[in-house]
Nanobody
Framework: QVQLVESGGGLVQAGGSLRLSCAASGRTFSSYAVGWFRQAPGKEREFVATVSWHVDYTIYADSVKGRFTISRDNAESTVYQQMNSLKPEDTAVYYC???????????????WGQGTQVTVSS
């Protein structure tokens, strides 16, 4: 069992930066891939980035590649997402999720946090 809590969201102007954190509890955190997903009003939840369980392979959505960086610290049971050059279209609720597979597919992620709001003003 893994419990996830996101933090770090907020309001930022276009071009600004935020760093999201996903704090996990549970003994097997290091065994899971951890991903970030987002959901804007009226839209489906979409994949943003994911990091593998122990060798730090990463996958990014094309829309954030070069602007977002995902990383993990297994000793601290925390995954981060550094978001730079933010755009108004990045506005969404951001969720972290953990699952046994290193994949972009939402349905493979078993455990989900409650989400944190990111709003980017133009």
């Amino acid at each position: 069992q893994v419990q996830l809590v996101e933090s770090g969201g907020g309001l930022v102007q276009a071009g600004g930066s935020l760093r999201l954190s996903c704090a996990a509890s549970g003994r097997t955190f290091s065994s899971y891939a951890v991903g970030w997903f987002r959901q804007a009003p009226g839209k489906e939840r979409e994949f943003v980035a994911t990091v593998s369980w122990h060798v730090d392979y990463t996958i990014y959505a094309d829309s954030v590649k070069g602007r977002f960086t995902i990383s993990r610290d297994n000793a601290e049971s925390t995954v981060y997402q550094q978001m730079n050059s933010l755009k108004p279209e990045d506005t969404a609720v951001y969720y972290c999720a953990a699952g046994p597979l290193f994949t972009k597919t939402i349905r493979t992620y078993t455990y989900w946090g409650q989400g944190t709001q990111v709003t980017v003003s133009s």
